[in-house]
């Protein structure tokens, strides 16, 4: 047996003790900003060498603020720094006996010199994108000062809003609301009455979330926007004073106020609106039934006066070192009154006059909307353990009262006292929604981590309607008309449970997920004493890949499958009376829509230039659309039914351009083909096109004089089963100056310039042809002012950036 000799066992000790101190430690951790503690994106994370402070090696954190590289064992200056923080530095040891080290969360404090030189010398952009949403800082926004949130939502990009409320993103319709992450209760027509009821200076940002993983509600096939409300959390005393004035009689004002301790954070706020609204439409049919006139022009004035109210108060309380209790209440109260003539001329094939009519309608409502919830985080450890639950309730009321007096004339122009019709019909709605929700999150050593949860949205909504008519045989009083008069009861109880994987291996990050939901819904109705229940259960899986060719340079590919529930809006079966011509009613038998949506991204950064490109398919079954018939009465109903599919595809192309440290521009385009098929309704019930979105927006900043903004869109054509809603454009501007040494700001913007934001829709169908236009008052020209007050005082211990957790001291 041969021996080893002492040279080739010293030799081979060598080689292992080398091998020992040249192996790679993987390091990982996270970057907070320590204003907003969130993750910040593109940080600089540096080991420099402690002799001269060389670079060494180092890496860069992604979307959610991770970072991860590796290095051998050795002695180091950790650097982590962005541009407008403080950056941080620590000396480190790796030990050789370690694969992988675990640095902690370190967070980066705003330098206030760099930061002031920012705002001074550089435009602020509005847009942020993250792996799974887009963010929209419209705190920013100058187009957007003085206006409602409804408005402002126009002017983003790939969102567009109808004349009845409704909102698309990227061409798809079904968006679920949120405001400050959870659904809305409050009441109205549409969604556009309801965001109305917020001002822009109440609203911080807004989140559009286009194909939402597990974690999020199922619900929502185009996406989901969320509407997050000011909060300030500044330490002491601070708050903000804001008021504007709008052409023809549009005021607003507010007050934040904020009050910041060591251990808690007390908010409140309050905003007013007084506004008047012109509204104007006008429509032409052609009928093509015996016994009828061919052809009936409508043409449409009004006028709306609005007052909101919106209170919010809350505190943030420290109650352990780690945990978090929240305690927040909101009011928002609206009462409006709407004016209206209605003239409608019934027209001969030779083209005069047949007969017409004139109506008045008047309508007065009021609604108060109560919120209130507690919420408790808690950080249970350094590593970014944490468990997240909450619990909200809302109350909603709303009183509401229509008043009609409607004239017949013949063709002559002859008023006819005996057609002369009344109509009075009260609407009350009532509505109870609780929420209560559960979170934890978990990571690993390893670098992966775990989301899991459980949620349950439990809501009531009751509508009802007394309609009355009166005329010659009642002597003008109107008498309840029972088959238009009715009450629904609606439940809705939605229980749900996620769970998500998320890891990272070299470039190569995925996110995994599974959303289970079961959904009980009972519709009733009271006159024929009728009961609709549906109850199912559903699993939503996401997958979401990314891969990383560099920093700022990524490809991903991801997959969602969602849900659209009908909502009382779609569902109660009781008559709406627009006029003797038009009516509109829900479908209480309606299905909820399923979509598998699909998409894959790149995303390229240079130093002045971000590219963003996405190409989607969506799917849907059972696709909720707006269905009109033409009954042989000549009345149009409008109504819903669940058209078969609905099949989109697109490209959309997001540009970020920095053309100088003054000017900035984004440019956001969409271009994507529908194909919608109905005819499980009606044979002829299918149609296609190609349609598409522009939108720009920039920003100029003139030193020392003032910021400039320009905020332009187009949208494209959007098909329907029985035709299209018609492409609309318009174009923003508005103005802004700091005064008072940044302490107050002034500005003044014109929305749509051009007057021509307007709802144009084309209906075809073998019994009638028709082309409405519908426009509500968007050329307005408004002027804001904005004061801010208090000091901002560093919470002790707080002003520099530090590390915290990790596998502790400087010996790892």
């Known amino acids: 047996m041969n021996k080893i000799s002492p040279v080739t066992?010293?030799?081979?000790?060598?080689?292992?003790?080398?091998?020992?101190?040249?192996?790679?430690?993987?390091?990982?951790?996270?970057?907070?900003?320590?204003?907003?503690?969130?993750?910040?994106?593109?940080?600089?994370?540096?080991?420099?060498?402690?002799?001269?402070?060389?670079?060494?090696?180092?890496?860069?954190?992604?979307?959610?603020?991770?970072?991860?590289?590796?290095?051998t064992a050795g002695d180091y200056i950790l650097r982590v720094g962005f541009i407008g923080y403080l950056e941080f530095y620590e000396r480190v040891t790796f030990a050789p006996n370690r694969n992988s080290v675990n640095l902690g969360t370190i967070t980066l404090e705003e330098d206030a010199q760099n930061l002031d030189e920012v705002v001074v010398e550089g435009v602020t952009s509005m847009f942020e994108s993250d792996i799974d949403k887009r963010t929209y800082n419209v705190e920013n926004s100058i187009v957007a000062e003085g206006q409602t949130a409804s408005q402002l939502l126009s002017t983003l990009?790939?969102?567009?809003?109808?004349?009845?409320?409704?909102?698309?993103?990227?061409?798809?319709?079904?968006?679920?609301?949120?405001?400050?992450?959870?659904?809305?209760?409050?009441?109205?027509?549409?969604?556009?009455?309801?965001?109305?009821?917020?001002?822009?200076?109440?609203?911080?940002?807004?989140?559009?979330?286009?194909?939402?993983?597990?974690?999020?509600?199922?619900?929502?096939?185009?996406?989901?926007?969320?509407?997050?409300?000011?909060?300030?959390?500044?330490?002491g005393f601070n708050g903000q004073l804001n008021a504007s004035i709008g052409t023809r009689e549009k005021y607003q004002a507010g007050v934040n106020l904020n009050y910041g301790t060591e251990k808690a954070n007390f908010y409140a706020s309050y905003n007013w609106q007084d506004r008047r609204q012109r509204e104007n439409g006008e429509g032409s049919r052609n009928n093509y039934l015996e016994g009828f006139s061919p052809s009936l022009e409508q043409v449409q004035d009004g006028y709306e006066v609005e007052k909101t109210h919106l209170i919010r108060a809350g505190v943030d309380y420290n109650v352990l070192e780690r945990g978090m209790l929240g305690v927040y209440f909101q009011g928002n109260f609206d009462d409006e009154i709407e004016y209206a003539d209605v003239t409608q001329l019934n027209i001969s094939q030779t083209g005069s006059i047949d007969s017409s009519f004139m109506r008045q309608n008047n309508e007065w409502s009021n609604s108060g909307n109560y919120e209130g919830g507690i919420n408790y985080s808690w950080d249970i450890d350094s590593l970014g353990q944490k468990l997240y639950t909450s619990l909200s309730y809302s109350y909603d009321n709303r009183e509401q009262e229509d008043y009609s007096n409607q004239e017949y004339f013949d063709g002559e122009g002859n008023s006819d006292p005996t057609k002369r019709l009344i109509q009075i019909n009260n609407r009350p709605r009532t509505s109870n929604l609780y929420v209560a929700q559960l979170d934890y999150e978990k990571p690993f050593l390893n670098g992966a981590s775990i989301e899991t949860g459980l949620k349950a949205t439990v809501g009531n909504w009751q509508w009802s309607q007394e309609f009355a008519q009166g005329d010659q045989f009642t002597d003008f009083e109107p008498v309840v008309v029972d088959t238009l008069s009715d009450t629904f009861d609606f439940d809705e109880h939605v229980f749900a449970g996620y769970f998500t994987f998320k890891n990272k291996v070299g470039k190569f990050g995925y996110q995994l997920g599974l959303r289970g939901e079961y959904t009980h819904t009972l519709g009733e109705t009271v006159r024929n004493n009728e009961s609709i229940p549906n109850d199912y259960f559903n699993l939503f899986p996401s997958a979401f890949f990314s891969y990383t060719i560099a920093p700022e340079n990524e490809f991903t590919l991801n997959y969602t499958r969602r849900i659209s529930r009908p909502s009382i809006w779609d569902l109660a079966p009781i008559y709406r009376v627009r006029d003797q011509y038009n009516f509109s009613i829900g479908n209480p038998y309606l299905q909820p829509e399923f979509t598998d949506s699909y998409e894959v991204g790149y995303m390229k950064g240079w130093e002045r230039y971000l590219l963003n490109a996405t190409v989607y398919h969506r799917f849907s079954t059972d696709v909720e659309t707006r269905i009109t018939i033409l009954t042989d009465d000549n009345v149009a109903i409008q109504s819903r039914e669940n058209a078969d599919t609905r099949a989109s595809t697109g490209f959309e192309l997001i540009n970020q351009i920095q053309i100088s440290n003054n000017l900035d521009a984004t440019l956001t385009g969409n271009l994507f083909y529908s194909k919608i098929n109905a005819e499980n309704i009606e044979s002829d019930f299918s149609n296609e096109n190609i349609s598409w979105t522009l939108n720009l927006l920039a920003n100029w900043l003139i030193p020392n004089w003032f910021n400039v903004q320009f905020q332009g869109n187009y949208r494209g054509p959007i098909v329907l089963p029985q035709g299209q809603i018609e492409p609309q454009y318009s174009l923003n501007v508005g103005l802004r100056k700091d005064i008072f040494d940044g302490k107050a700001t002034v500005s003044v913007n014109v929305s749509d310039i051009f007057n021509t934001r307007n709802f144009r829709i084309t209906t075809t169908n073998p019994r009638f042809d028709e082309k409405r236009v519908f426009q509500r008052e968007t050329r307005v020209g408004t002027l804001a002012f904005t004061y801010r007050f208090g000091g901002f005082k560093e919470k002790p211990g707080q002003n520099e950036s530090r590390r915290e957790g990790g596998d502790g001291g400087d010996d790892f």
């Open 9 to 71: 066992i010293f030799f081979l000790f060598l080689v292992s003790s080398l091998d020992a101190f040249s192996q790679e430690i993987k390091l990982r951790g996270k970057v907070m900003d320590g204003k907003r503690e969130v993750g910040l994106e593109f940080a600089n994370v540096a080991l420099l060498s402690p002799t001269d402070s060389a670079l060494l090696t180092g890496g860069m954190s992604d979307l959610d603020g991770n970072f991860e590289f590796t290095t």
């Open 157 to 235: 990009p790939s969102i567009q809003v109808d004349d009845e409320g409704g909102i698309t993103m990227r061409g798809s319709g079904n968006i679920l609301i949120y405001i400050n992450g959870r659904p809305s209760n409050l009441s109205g027509d549409d969604t556009e009455s309801i965001l109305s009821q917020f001002p822009a200076n109440s609203i911080m940002s807004v989140e559009l979330i286009t194909n939402p993983s597990s974690r999020y509600d199922a619900t929502g096939v185009g996406g989901i926007i969320n509407i997050v409300l000011k909060k300030n959390e500044k330490t």
